[in-house]
């Protein structure tokens, strides 16, 4: 079981009329939602280019964003898994704030992370010098380190690519 598991709330009300005398008692109860982030990956590629020059530097743009419902409390990350035909030759990170920094490692570590908003990655990659016709591709998936799980793990990751 989660260690924020869902819990039962039971909340009772007396109902007095005029002298202080119960009328009734009513009894509710409801079962809160165990907590959930689900972080999604998207991206998109600098000026929408579908095929570039051999030499051309592409710039692939990955945006994570926190769908919710709860706050990821630790750290949300972000980190290009593969890169297919080409070299990442620079990496930014932008937080939701708009404060970026250039990463060192694969990964970006926004930390927390709330409920609607979005962290995003910047890749410069260089293609891979000598070959034409291939597809350049890059893959960014998001993890989480806290404790809060994400429901949907089919939008985690996505892949943008080109031909050169």
Do not use: W
Request: hydrophobic content about 35%; overall charge negative.
């Amino acid at each position: 079981m989660h260690p924020i598991a869902s819990k039962v709330i039971t909340v009772t009300a007396v109902l007095l009329l005029g002298g202080g005398v119960a009328a009734g008692t009513l009894v509710s109860s409801a079962t809160a939602a165990p907590p959930s982030a689900d972080l999604r990956v998207t991206g998109s590629v600098a000026g929408s280019e579908h095929t570039v020059e051999s030499f051309h530097p592409v710039v692939f743009v990955f945006t994570l964003k926190n769908n919710g419902p709860s706050t990821v409390d630790s750290s949300a990350d972000m980190g290009y898994t593969s890169v297919t035909n080409g070299t990442v030759t620079d990496q930014l990170c932008v937080f939701p704030d708009g404060n970026s920094f250039n990463a060192d490692s694969p990964f970006c570590e926004f930390g927390q992370l709330r409920s609607g908003q979005v962290a995003h990655m910047t890749l410069i990659v260089q293609p891979r010098s000598g070959v034409t016709g291939v597809r350049l591709s890059a893959r960014v998936c998001s993890s989480n380190e806290s404790d809060i799980p994400d429901p949907v793990s089919s939008n985690n990751c996505a892949t943008k690519s080109v031909r050169y």
